[in-house]
Structure formats: structure tokens, C-alpha cells
């Protein structure tokens, strides 16, 4: 990062005429004034962010109930008991392992995605307005809503696909796309894809426009063919981006709950790990459990995230 | 023909059909939601792979239905609809009035703690929702606060806020320093600056990051489910709708409207200000 802060602004002579005190140096002034905008910031998230996962990480070690909830103070008697019920309900595994691959083929298919659409509505032509606002509908609209949607284009009975694919592609049986093993999680994986590639589509194109023209017309003027240009001018600009987007999209696709949750409800080899936090919170009333498999799923997290930045974030930082 | 020529070619031909491609699976649902919308349910029960209204099969009954209060027998989406618009501009003001002063510092001033506070709101994302749901839900519950819109109106700043700070940490970054220099040479103090020169300059991106963080709190769904599902008066727009598909009782064409209901002030909103947010920002500001 080249940006410097401004060094300008010599007029701080004016400052403070009192002869005693020294005014502050501009330095100083410029670190206070930080501190002083930042404050309301940190302070929010402090609150509503971070002590609550303070507590989730007490909680997961306390038996707690939502019955006894009234009564149970800060700090309980603590146990391992959580960890030992959650590591042994039946489906632990499976629940992990599916949402490692929910999560790849969300992020690779919507980052894949958004990098065509990105590339596509780069150079103005007629509508493109229109085009690359369309491109962002997925992503605005309500999760609620789109879900629904899909739920009802893939019905086998009053879905539009299966109308389709019956009378122009020959399936046999109406495909039950949502509620059978053997397709449940590639929809979602699929749907995931869909909602999330404007995401990466919005990130792309800023970059995309910020990359100089003046780059791309040397390279053009040397012979460099289209896909060329792509692939030594606009790819490694774009690479930080897409390593940036990488991260926040397996993070994002990892820790999601709404799509998955309203989609199947966790059936059909679906069950994603916050799906089953949601299972302890609500059906089972076990707090405690539920923040103990929270906090598992925040570990496995952690350490996905750990081992990319080793291998591939290492020289971002330079 | 070289290969450059060969290339240039079919790439626009490529190009064109991509464009189609998203255009229709981009568009497609919302527009299978409307027609929808629309049609009686036994006239979708009879032709399920119709894209678009049959003659005389027009109708708005489930419009009707669906806003009407539960009372008269509808579905109560009037209320859902302001208890959303309510959360979702008071979690929208306050997200800017934190979120501007942050991104300022953390994008211009150089301050202790600064390149902390960068990783502090990545660390951020690292944390799950649900993992965060869990003790708000437990405290809310204890302080009452399960089942107020005030207590989902904080929860959703908490959730748009890193997002924010990020996305106009961004667009700061982009305004050139020297701007901000020729102002302070010309005697702006700081606010001055950020007055006068940085917020206009930044006004088409926070107007973005004001509808993008509209657009989450209007969207949200798992702390509303959380914390209001057995206050049905409090409901937002998504958790009713949610609710109300998981039952049968509720015909398929009924919710339709209901998503319609949910989807349109977004798309409205966001079709209406797409201008707004389009490149261009600084360019011609400076000279050189």
C-alpha cells in the first residue's frame, strides 16, 4: 500500500497561540483525531460483536438450558460435557465435511462466475446499464424471497424445471432437486453460486475500471491478442481481489445459515454446522451444546482460514 | 486471419451470448415470481410450465389476500411491511453515522492501533452469525429485549457496520490525497477537509454502502427469527413469509405475492439509484 497520510497543511503555526504549551505536532493531532472517529466504531462492535463471543466460548463450557436460563449467572460450573455431547450426536461429521464442500463450491462457483460477469459488462455497449444492474438482482433481493422461488421452480409438482424437463428433455420422473440425497446439496451449492456471484462481480468490476487504459493499449500495441491481454495485464491486477474474495466468500458460505436453512431445512445431506447450532438453540433448548458446536464450527474456521493465509497470503501483505 | 483477429472476433460473438445467458438466469426467477403472483392455483396446479399469464387468468385476489390483515382474514403483510421499514432505515442511519468517521480514520489518518482495527473488522467476517446469535439470545432473553425491534435494530448495525466501514474505507482511498492537501494548504482544519471536500466526493458511495446496508437489515432473517417468531405482530416482512410457506394452509400463488411484496421496494430502490453508484468517481477532479 503506497497511500501516505498528508503531510501538508504547514499552517499549524496558527495552533494554539498560548505560550506555555507547545502545540501538539501535527503527527500527534492527526493520531487523536483517529482514535476520536474510530472510537464509535470499535465501541459498537465491541458490544453486539465481541463480548458475545467472549460468552459463546464460556457458554460452550457451562450446562446450560434454555429452561434454567433465568438463573444462570455468568459464571457457572464449568464442563466438558458440551463438547462430549456434540462430538458424539450421531451426524457430527458428516455435517462438517458437508459444509467444507457447500463452502468451496459456493465460493469457486460464485467467484467464477462474477469474473465473467465482470469481464462481460467491462466496455459499454447498448443496455449496459440495464445488463449490470440485472447481474445484482440475485444478490439484492431477499433471501426469503429467492428461496422460495427455487422452491417452487424445482417442485415436482408445480415447479416450472420439472413441467420443462419433462416435456423437453425427456426425464423420465419429475426430479425431486431438493429433497433427495443425490442432488439436494449440489441445488444448494448451485443456488449459492447464483446468489453470490454479483458479490464478486461488484468487487471485480471496480477493479477491473481502475485498472489504466493506458496498460492495456501498450500491451495491445506490442501484439498481445485479447486473451493475452487477460491473462498477463487484467489477471494479475485482479488477483488480489480474487485472493481477497476467496477468503470472505468460503468465510461467508461457511458461516451461512439463511440459504441452506430455508431451502431444505437441513435435510437431504444438506445439514450445515450453523444449521445444527440452530437445531441445539431451538428444537433441543440446549444452549450450551449449541455454543460448544458453535464454537467448533468457529475453530474449523479459523484454522481454514489460518492455513490459506500461510500459503497464499503471505506475500499480499509486502 | 492472425490469431489476434481470430480472437477479437469470437470473443464478441462469445461475449454476446454470455450477456444473454446471465440476462435469463438472472432475470428468469423474478419474473416466474411474478407471473405467479398472478394466477389462480389451480390454474397453476393444471399448467405448471407457463412463463407467462394465460388469458383470463389474471387476477390480484392474492395481493389482496396477502396484505390484508389477519383479522379480515389475509395475511398481515401491512404490518410486516412497516415493522421492516422501520428496522431497516433505523439500523441504515445509525450503520452511517458510526461507520463514516470510522472509515475516514482508518482509510487517512495514521493513529495508534490503526492497521489493528483493518484486521479487527476482517477478524470480524471470521465470526459467524450464529455464533454471535446464541449469547445475544440468551441476554435478550433475560433483559426482555426478545421480541423488540429496538433490540433486531442493534443487532443489524452489529451486522452492516464492518461491511460498511470496509466499503467506504475503499472509496475514501480513492480520493486523491492531493485534493485533501490543496484544502488544508488553503487553512481547512480536519472536519473542514472531511466536510467539505471527502464526504462530497464520497456522497455517491455512501450513498451505496446506505443501500447496501438497507438492503441487509430489509433482507435479514436469522436474528428475526430468533428474536421475534412468537410475536407475530412484530414480524418483518422475511420471517413472515418465511412462517407462513413452511404451513400448507397457504396457497403457493398467495406467497408468490407475498415474495413480490418482499422483493419489489429493493429492486425499486435499487434500479432507481443504480446511477448513483456507477464509476467515475474523482476522474477530471485533478489535473495531471
Known sequence: MTTTAPEAGRSSVRERPGPRRRPLTLRRRESRAGLALVAPTLLVVLLVIGIPIVWTVLLAFQRVRLATLRRTGLFGEFTLGNFDRVLHTPGFADTLWTTVLYSLGGTAGSILLGLVAALIVRRPFRGRTLVRASMLLPYVAPVVAVTFVWQVMLDPQLGVVNDWGQRFLGWDAPIPFLSQDSTALWTVITFEAWRYFPFAFLFLLARLQAVPADLEEAARVDGATPTQRFRHILLPQLMPVIALLAVLRFIMTFNKFDDVYLLTGGSAGTEVVSVRVYQFLTARTDVGAAAAQAVVLAVVLIAFVAIYLRFFGAHREA | ?288
Open chain 2, 1 to 288: 486471419m492472425d490469431r489476434d483477429r481470430i480472437e477479437t472476433v469470437s470473443l464478441r460473438w462469445l461475449r454476446r451470448v454470455v450477456i444473454a445467458a446471465f440476462l435469463i438466469i438472472t432475470v428468469l426467477p423474478f419474473w416466474y415470481m411474478l407471473v405467479l403472483s398472478v394466477r389462480p392455483i389451480e390454474r397453476l396446479l393444471l399448467d405448471p410450465g407457463s412463463l407467462w399469464v394465460p388469458v383470463g387468468e389474471f387476477t390480484v385476489a392474492t395481493y389482496a389476500e396477502v396484505l390484508k390483515a389477519a383479522e379480515d382474514g389475509g395475511q398481515g403483510f401491512l404490518t410486516f411491511i412497516r415493522n421492516s421499514g422501520l428496522v431497516a432505515l433505523a439500523a441504515t442511519l445509525l450503520t452511517l453515522v458510526v461507520a463514516i468517521p470510522g472509515a475516514y480514520a482508518v482509510s487517512r489518518l495514521r493513529f495508534f492501533g490503526r492497521r489493528q482495527v483493518n484486521a479487527l473488522f476482517l477478524a470480524v467476517y471470521l465470526f459467524p452469525s450464529i455464533v454471535i446469535a446464541i449469547p445475544l439470545f440468551v441476554v435478550f432473553t433475560r433483559v426482555g429485549l426478545r421480541g423488540s425491534l429496538f433490540g433486531l435494530v442493534l443487532v443489524y448495525i452489529s451486522q452492516t457496520l464492518p461491511v460498511s466501514v470496509y466499503m467506504l474505507k475503499n472509496y475514501f482511498e480513492t480520493i486523491p490525497i492531493s485534493l485533501e492537501e490543496s484544502a488544508a494548504i488553503d487553512g481547512a482544519g480536519r472536519l473542514g477537509i472531511i466536510r467539505r471536500v471527502s464526504l462530497p466526493l464520497a456522497a455517491p458511495s455512501i450513498m451505496a454502502v446506505a443501500l447496501y446496508d438497507f438492503m441487509i437489515a430489509w433482507n435479514e432473517f436469522l436474528f428475526a427469527l430468533l428474536f421475534l417468531v412468537d410475536k407475530p405482530n412484530r414480524w418483518t416482512v422475511s420471517l413472515g413469509l418465511s412462517l407462513l410457506a413452511d404451513g400448507v394452509e397457504v396457497p403457493k400463488t398467495v406467497l408468490m405475492a407475498g415474495s413480490v411484496i418482499l422483493t419489489l421496494p429493493i429492486v425499486i430502490l435499487f434500479f432507481a439509484s443504480e446511477r448513483l453508484l456507477t464509476e467515475g468517481l474523482t476522474s477530471g477532479a485533478e489535473k495531471g
